[in-house]
């Protein structure tokens, strides 16, 4: 059954900013250094960007790459993208050169806008590009601008803006709430990255999400201490737009800068993984705050210790769990008035689950490895039972850009499958236990061992390798290389760190490689990385800390 | 472009009582007199009453009606006749028999629920029902219980319940967003009143508006001033359970009894017309709050001089506009700082216009009355020319049931026309200055003049008669007859209002009924209530207070 047009309006996250910059127009929506963009200003900057890409040739569909760290205009971006009918494809500021130019071929983007520090990533692979026909090298106002990289036929970002023809009629409406907004890139079990299509529909209703469990309002002074590249922001990109709150940009997540910008901006609200946290508390300006600062963090369960000490400077920890996949958070841990009178090590574990479905989620399940007849069957909500944790509706992703065969394994059964495995308690919540897909989760991003293992292997000394994920007091977890060396090599541990740092983004390099002389496998000669695994874990409560 | 069903939920409040049951199974959901349901007990009711009303034979898109006061049973139909798959029609208490009659078949239900003390308002009809097969009459605890009143073959609520099966399985999850979750009858122009459609889609996205302007959430303590059966309360019955809130029940409007309620509670929301705050305030037993308490009122702006009291009551006042096409609430008075340091007058009377469009809305428009080449033009923002305010969006009603004219008449030009005439000031703001249609609104209620009119033009000693709007200092606005006796008759006051209170419900009998030699009238014969209205309005500021 249809509704008419007037009863129906689709969905998109552009509304959002249609309407601040109608109602708050004089009030400060994005904040850089010493620069202040209103709404009225973000709304303009954003039109102009859509027109000036549409000068460019960008058409309906078309996807627009973003190489930027947490700036204005990669803000912008996510209204500016989607206003002139294209997909943002926000890319990790950390990638290798040769990663970056995977994502940009992959997703066939046609224009990038790198930020001027970063043009130099580009450099090696700007020749190669596929199907980039634009380039645009962005200077950044508050940082001393070095000589821009010598990217052919690079265009400034002011000349990018000098293109837009004012008459270009742009509309805040979408045709098809289910049309891509973005593309996310991830690491998975494969070694390369996948490309996770969000569409307008998801982006908006992930972002009024947060504003709810993350309690986000017109007052609210939000702080980017998590990449906007990440999950676009976990959508917050949005939402803060939604709420009408203020947004403080921050290049680089430095202690001192934090509480520097916590003070000047009297900043409510931040979000980021357990090491961010732990970054801002073991700071030397951290302070007591006299007012709540809310503190939405992923990536990991924070730690008891964590959450003690977080409290106890003033902030107000929501724990979220989620992936890519999902828009960013998906479940939320929502506290129980009940919990307070318990002791505190029993409280924070309670605290440190990752919960129950956010509010615009279909309810989360724990389900056995095996479909019985071609349905998915719950584990008993125990607390104990292990299963794989799946989710769908709409802050699922709508699929894996050009990889219909990805899509359809990770869609088994009718639901997305996190990979992630865990327990469902009684009470409803469920726990993270442990990882059913070889993949990493390190400071909040995900490194494939494959990924690792290809790197490391394409060394010549290298006969075979495996990597496994061990648990890291700082980045929860960071990857282990194990060696078996060619006969007649002398591999050592620092040439092959600078081999696979030379091909893969410093945080995906492994933070120990032992030369071992075999590797454990089974009687058909696949490698057990379980075995290597649990030697490693010994002594952890669960297998999971990423 | 369509995505796969693992990332499209169709979006449904029934999912907020889902969720809420599993995260807060032991906080208390609604709560009236001595009675308190946890979210748990609300949900188990509500599965029981959906099983109920399959058992009496609804089936999908069938219509349930319910007529009752703001009891816990009215909220469980909010739930409970959506999750049986069947459209809610929610009748408004105060209506005369007749009135009740002809919306229950013109609704076509098949079901009705009737609380006791109302039973007797059905019992002069009951045999002539059309499509009616099961009448349940429903106690209500709380009140001393009279007889219930004789309704041939009307069962108990009880008994209703005794028919539930257990095994019937159901779904949280609805198979179409757009499909009706209720029709909510309101007077217009004619004669008789209109079967507002609503969607699942419409009051999910409305409930979720509702809490980001008012500011709910799982600690809010909601109180019942509004009627549940005026747009589903705003659609407040679905967002106070999203937020995972507490909702307090009130069968009647008394100040005393709402006073006790705040205190015993600790009320944080309520919502109501300015007639329900001015009552509130008035009230003997009113005293100063030490917590804030949100009162969102809409249905004619709040008075300067009732905003300061509010004010300096402790009411944080939230001032909406809608229709009940609306879904309620359709445009917020959304607070500037910069209006705190204006002077009293300039800033009340900022605060009285009727606002920006919600977060879930589209923009509301003011427009000229005549479409050019087929499409609507927008009077220029000046906050001086007149014109008819228009929305659209996802809140916007789907149709009027069983009335493809009276709809395709609303949305010409693909706009809802309110009916009400306003301007738009330079900063984007609507206020309200007239009414084109034919309509009085009445402590938030719509009533027909023609409706009005055609109760008094059966009396045999009437020979023509005109009812206007006039101004009213408790209900905004009531309705005032012009009659011109039969010749030969002798028409009094008192026996005219007798004649219509039997034909009408109380609050649409008019305040007063002038008998006069003749009415103005046009050239061609037409009554000029024009003439009739400026007369009655000379010294207000504007011709709408309703």
């Given at each position: 059954?249809?509704?008419?047009?007037v009863?129906l309006?689709?969905?998109?996250?552009?509304?959002?900013?249609?309407?601040?910059?109608?109602?708050?127009p004089?009030k400060?929506?994005?904040?850089?250094?010493?620069l202040t963009w209103?709404?009225s200003?973000?709304?303009?900057?954003?039109?102009?960007?859509?027109?000036?890409?549409?000068?460019?040739?960008?058409?309906?569909?078309?996807r627009?790459?973003?190489?930027?760290?947490?700036v204005?205009?990669?803000?912008?971006?996510?209204?500016?993208?989607?206003?002139?009918?294209?997909?943002?494809?926000?890319?990790?500021t950390?990638?290798?050169?040769?990663?970056?130019?995977?994502i940009?071929?992959?997703s066939?983007?046609?224009?990038?806008v790198v930020?001027?520090?970063?043009?130099?990533t580009l450099?090696?692979v700007?020749?190669?590009?596929e199907?980039?026909?634009?380039?645009?090298?962005?200077a950044?106002?508050?940082?001393?601008?070095?000589a821009?990289?010598?990217?052919p036929?690079?265009?400034?970002?002011?000349e990018?803006?000098?293109?837009?023809d004012?008459?270009?009629?742009l509309?805040w409406?979408?045709?098809d709430?289910n049309?891509p907004?973005s593309?996310?890139y991830?690491?998975?079990?494969?070694?390369?990255?996948?490309?996770?299509?969000?569409?307008?529909?998801?982006?908006?209703?992930?972002a009024?999400?947060e504003?709810?469990?993350?309690?986000?309002?017109?007052?609210?002074?939000?702080?980017w201490?998590?990449?906007m590249f990440h999950c676009?922001?976990w959508?917050t990109t949005w939402?803060?737009?939604a709420?009408?709150?203020?947004q403080?940009?921050?290049r680089?997540?430095?202690?001192?800068q934090?509480?520097?910008?916590?003070?000047?901006?009297a900043?409510?609200?931040?979000?980021?993984?357990?090491t961010?946290?732990?970054?801002?508390?073991?700071?030397?300006e951290a302070?007591?705050?006299?007012?709540?600062?809310?503190v939405?963090?992923a990536?990991?369960?924070?730690?008891?210790?964590?959450l003690?000490?977080?409290?106890?400077?003033?902030?107000?920890?929501?724990?979220?769990y989620?992936?890519?996949e999902?828009?960013?958070?998906?479940?939320v841990?929502?506290?129980?008035?009940?919990?307070?009178?318990?002791?505190?090590?029993?409280?924070?574990h309670?605290?440190?689950r990752?919960?129950?479905a956010?509010?615009?989620?279909?309810?989360?399940?724990?389900v056995?490895p095996?479909?019985?007849?071609?349905?998915?069957?719950?584990?008993?909500?125990?607390?104990v039972?292990?299963g794989e944790i799946?989710?769908?509706?709409n802050?699922?992703?709508r699929?894996?850009?050009?990889?219909g065969?990805?899509?359809?394994k990770?869609f088994?059964?009718?639901w997305?499958?996190?990979?992630d495995?865990?327990?469902m308690?009684?009470?409803g919540?469920?726990?993270?236990?442990?990882?059913?897909?070889?993949v990493?989760?390190?400071?909040?991003?995900?490194?494939?061992?494959?990924?690792?293992?290809?790197?490391?292997?394409?060394?010549?000394?290298?006969?075979?390798?495996?990597?496994v994920?061990?648990?890291d007091?700082?980045w929860?977890?960071?990857?282990?290389?194990?060696?078996?060396a060619?006969?007649g090599?002398?591999?050592g541990?620092?040439?092959?760190?600078e081999?696979?740092?030379?091909?893969?983004?410093?945080?995906?390099?492994p933070?120990e490689?032992?030369?071992?002389?075999?590797?454990p496998?089974?009687?058909?000669g696949?490698?057990q990385?379980?075995?290597?695994?649990?030697k490693?874990?010994?002594g952890e409560?669960?297998?999971?800390?990423?």
């Open positions: 059954m249809s509704a008419p047009a009863s309006s689709q969905l998109t996250p552009l509304s959002f900013l249609e309407r601040s910059a109608t109602v708050h004089t400060p929506a994005v904040v850089h250094g010493d209103t709404y200003d973000l709304a303009q900057r954003v039109e102009q960007v859509a027109r000036a890409l549409h000068a460019t040739g960008v058409q309906a569909g078309d627009v790459a973003y190489l930027m760290p947490n204005p205009d990669m803000l912008v971006a996510h209204f500016a993208v989607p206003l002139a009918g294209a997909v943002l494809v926000a890319i990790n950390r990638l290798a050169p040769e990663e970056v130019r995977y940009l071929d992959h066939g983007s046609t224009v990038l930020d001027t520090e970063l043009a130099s450099a090696p700007v020749d190669a590009l199907t980039v026909r634009t380039v645009v090298v962005a950044d106002p508050t940082v001393a601008s070095p821009p990289a010598a990217l036929g690079a265009i400034s970002f002011d990018l803006l000098d293109l837009a004012g008459t270009d009629p509309t409406r979408v045709d709430e049309a907004i593309i996310n991830t690491s998975g079990t494969t070694g390369r990255p996948k490309g996770v299509v969000y569409t307008h529909r998801g982006a908006y209703l992930n009024l999400g504003n709810v469990h993350s309690d986000h309002s017109v007052d609210s002074v939000y702080l201490t998590l990449p676009n922001g959508c939402s803060l737009v709420a009408g709150g203020t403080v940009c921050l680089e997540v430095r202690g001192d934090v509480w520097s910008l916590i003070d000047r901006h900043v409510t609200h931040l979000n980021g993984a357990p961010v946290v732990t970054t801002i508390l073991n700071a030397p302070h007591l705050l006299d007012r709540p600062l809310v939405t963090v990536g990991a369960p924070p730690s008891p210790t964590t003690a000490e977080a409290e106890t400077m003033g902030f107000a920890i929501v724990h979220v989620g992936l890519t999902t828009y960013g958070p998906y479940t841990n929502e506290r129980q008035p009940a919990w307070q009178s318990l002791p505190g090590d029993e409280r924070a309670l605290q440190s990752q919960g129950v956010m509010v615009q989620a279909d309810p989360v399940r724990v056995e095996e479909l019985v007849d071609g349905v998915l069957v719950d584990v008993p909500a125990d607390g039972t292990m799946v989710m769908r509706g802050t699922v992703m699929e894996y850009h050009r990889d065969e990805a899509t359809a990770a088994a059964g009718g997305f499958h996190s990979g495995l865990g327990v308690h009684p009470d919540y469920v726990e993270l236990r442990d990882r059913a897909k070889d990493i989760v390190s400071g909040g991003e995900n490194i494939s061992t494959v990924e690792v293992e290809h790197a490391i292997a394409s060394h010549p000394g290298v006969l075979e390798v495996a990597v994920g061990v648990p007091e700082r929860g977890e960071r990857p282990k290389a194990f060696v078996v060619r006969s090599h002398d591999v541990e620092v040439a092959l760190l081999h696979v740092r030379s091909r893969l983004a410093r945080y995906k390099a933070r490689i032992q030369v071992v002389g075999e590797l496998k089974t009687s058909t696949k490698v990385k379980f075995e290597l695994r649990e490693e874990w010994s409560q669960s297998r999971i800390r990423g």
